[in-house]
């Protein structure tokens, strides 16, 4: 049976802060991050989903809790995952004003 796009919509994902990545609850898909310039930028390193849990919308989950952390806590990204950077932020470019750019270097 094929699944739905409301599964993905109920997965709750939780940040693991000890050890710096999003996940959901059993632990199998995650976001990994490292974060860098004393704690003002979010290097996303990668993105993993088993293959029994893909094309439930978990990724994107994933990526939205990160950059929502980022945005609250006013820190920026860094897309360093070929998924956030080939294949989130293309599908949601609304996300592109918390990514990093060399012009807020100064401000760092």
């Not at 990668?46 to 989950?61: N, Y």
Request: hydrophobic fraction near 40%.
């Amino acid at each position: 049976m094929a699944a739905t796009g409301s599964e993905a919509v109920a997965a709750k994902i939780v940040w693991n802060e000890n050890q710096l990545r999003f996940e959901t609850e059993d632990k199998k898909a995650y976001l990994q991050y490292h974060l860098s310039h004393g704690g003002k930028t979010m290097d996303i390193v990668h993105t993993f989903v088993p293959s029994t849990k893909r094309g439930l919308g978990l990724a994107s989950l994933l990526c939205v809790s990160a950059f929502n952390h980022a945005k609250s806590r006013s820190m920026s990204v860094i897309p360093t995952c070929s998924y956030v950077s080939e294949t989130f932020l293309p599908r949601n470019p609304s996300w592109n004003s918390v990514v990093y750019s060399n012009d807020l270097k100064a401000s760092i």
